[in-house]
């Protein structure tokens, strides 16, 4: 049966190609839905994870790194590094302000300000911070305002200096861009943004370096006895709590995007069923003339559904692929992780699943069929 539906497909391989590729469309929609999911999720996870911590003290109460308003002591610097395997606690604030340019064209943007630990991971041009009023910006932010390496980048009358632009930093639709301490201060004391700077977190987090072989748990317990407004999580703690916002806020809307991604793909596969009966449907007439069960016809079309998804598989990944970078190309802001392997998977199962069900649905076609179809003209 195998050989036969084989021959079949390649026999008429025009039609093949065009049905597999009505196939890999259907397909390819959903990878895109499922990759802007995960690219979602992934820029949440990486928010902490690039920061490259031990360990991570926020505030007493806060659980996540991004969304969230976290405010430790200034003395608890001095406190945690006094603790016996502690190298250094590297300080890092999150400051949201706007960024806004021409006047008209508005973008919510967060400062991330670090001394000297915690900047961009990834450099994608230009140089990371060295002087005074540097600024290091995400690649959408680039894109978005036609801004390079050495343009001014002005926030609230307060002019910094683009000195390199990152990869792939941003988060929950919103770019990061990275200064030091001193610069923070002076645009906090220069810039009209501001009124009292009292009110303003000089210290939201403390990113910990330990020494080679320090027991985690045992720092955590050390650092929240002497620093009792503070908790204390590693990196992987955090990022997996900023995914579950990240699924909390965005998951019931992609879920049903996601859905009806696989209702078309289902109508699609289902049209193309139909349209390969009809087309077959002499030769359905003929086997069944010849005695072939019904049941034996109903597993040829399964399989013959099957065998065009496996080829359409890869072509959907290659169309999904292409989408992924069209939209990142044009707006880096978002990342489509197309091959994240869960979610490729499932999507790779779900077709076959959804493949197995359009080939029941022109089931009566063939039930009903006569075999004398085969002897009209």
Same mark, same amino acid.
């Given at each position: 049966?195998?050989?036969?539906?084989?021959?079949?497909?390649?026999? %008429?391989?025009?039609?093949?190609?065009?049905?597999?590729?009505?196939?890999?469309?259907?397909?390819?929609?959903?990878?895109?839905?499922?990759?802007?999911?995960?690219?979602?999720?992934?820029?949440?996870?990486?928010?902490?994870?690039?920061?490259?911590?031990?360990?991570?003290?926020?505030?007493?109460?806060?659980?996540?790194?991004?969304?969230?308003?976290?405010?430790?002591?200034?003395?608890?610097?001095?406190?945690? !590094?006094?603790?016996?395997?502690?190298?250094?606690?590297?300080?890092?604030?999150?400051?949201?302000?706007?960024?806004?340019?021409?006047?008209?064209?508005?973008?919510?943007?967060?400062?991330?300000?670090?001394?000297?630990?915690?900047?961009?991971?990834?450099?994608?041009?230009?140089?990371?911070?060295?002087?005074?009023?540097?600024?290091?910006?995400?690649?959408?932010?680039?894109?978005?305002?036609?801004?390079?390496?050495?343009?001014?980048?002005?926030?609230?009358?307060? !002019?910094?200096?683009?000195?390199?632009?990152?990869?792939?930093?941003?988060?929950?639709?919103?770019?990061?861009?990275?200064?030091?301490?001193?610069?923070?201060?002076?645009?906090?004391? %220069?810039?009209?943004?501001?009124? %009292?700077?009292?009110?303003?977190?000089?210290?939201?987090?403390?990113?910990?370096?330990?020494?080679?072989?320090?027991?985690?748990?045992?720092?955590?317990?050390?650092?929240?006895?002497?620093?009792?407004?503070?908790?204390?999580?590693?990196?992987?703690?955090?990022?997996?709590?900023?995914?579950?916002?990240?699924?909390?806020?965005?998951?019931?809307?992609?879920?049903?995007?996601?859905?009806?991604?696989?209702?078309?793909?289902?109508?699609?596969?289902?049209?193309?069923?139909?349209?390969?009966?009809?087309?077959?449907?002499?030769?359905?007439?003929?086997?069944?003339?010849?005695?072939?069960?019904?049941?034996?016809?109903?597993?040829?079309?399964?399989? !013959?559904?099957?065998?065009?998804?496996?080829?359409?598989?890869?072509?959907?990944?290659?169309?999904?692929?292409?989408?992924?970078?069209?939209?990142?190309?044009?707006?880096?802001?978002?990342?489509?992780?197309?091959? !994240?392997?869960?979610?490729?998977?499932?999507?790779?199962?779900?077709?076959?699943?959804?493949?197995?069900?359009?080939?029941?649905?022109?089931?009566?076609?063939?039930?009903?069929? %006569?075999?004398?179809?085969?002897?009209?003209?």
């Amino acid at each position: 049966m195998i050989n036969l539906i084989w021959r079949q497909l390649i026999y %008429d391989r025009y039609r093949t190609i065009l049905t597999c590729s009505a196939i890999a469309g259907a397909i390819a929609v959903i990878l895109l839905l499922e990759g802007f999911q995960s690219g979602l999720l992934v820029q949440l996870r990486n928010v902490a994870l690039n920061r490259g911590a031990d360990l991570i003290v926020a505030q007493k109460g806060v659980s996540n790194f991004v969304a969230s308003r976290s405010i430790l002591p200034q003395l608890s610097r001095i406190e945690i !590094e006094s603790i016996s395997g502690v190298i250094e606690a590297h300080p890092i604030t999150m400051v949201p302000v706007i960024y806004e340019q021409s006047g008209y064209r508005k973008s919510p943007i967060f400062f991330v300000v670090f001394d000297t630990k915690g900047g961009p991971k990834k450099i994608k041009s230009g140089l990371r911070i060295s002087k005074p009023r540097d600024i290091v910006i995400d690649e959408s932010l680039s894109v978005l305002y036609d801004l390079g390496v050495g343009d001014p980048f002005i926030v609230a009358d307060f !002019e910094f200096r683009v000195a390199g632009i990152a990869k792939q930093e941003s988060a929950l639709f919103t770019a990061f861009s990275f200064i030091n301490y001193d610069d923070m201060i002076d645009f906090f004391f %220069d810039s009209d943004l501001v009124g %009292d700077i009292s009110n303003l977190p000089l210290l939201s987090y403390l990113l910990v370096e330990l020494q080679t072989g320090m027991d985690h748990n045992d720092v955590i317990k050390a650092i929240e006895n002497v620093e009792p407004t503070a908790v204390v999580f590693t990196p992987q703690q955090l990022a997996n709590n900023d995914m579950k916002l990240g699924e909390t806020l965005f998951g019931p809307v992609m879920g049903v995007l996601i859905t009806a991604g696989y209702f078309i793909a289902l109508l699609v596969i289902a049209m193309i069923m139909f349209a390969s009966v009809h087309f077959q449907i002499r030769n359905f007439g003929i086997m069944k003339a010849l005695g072939f069960p019904k049941v034996l016809l109903i597993k040829g079309l399964i399989l !013959e559904s099957l065998i065009m998804i496996l080829i359409a598989f890869p072509m959907a990944i290659i169309l999904a692929l292409f989408g992924a970078w069209i939209i990142e190309a044009q707006v880096p802001l978002y990342l489509v992780a197309v091959m !994240e392997t869960i979610p490729l998977l499932r999507t790779f199962f779900a077709a076959l699943i959804l493949a197995v069900i359009g080939s029941y649905l022109p089931y009566r076609l063939i039930a009903n069929l %006569d075999a004398a179809i085969v002897f009209r003209n």
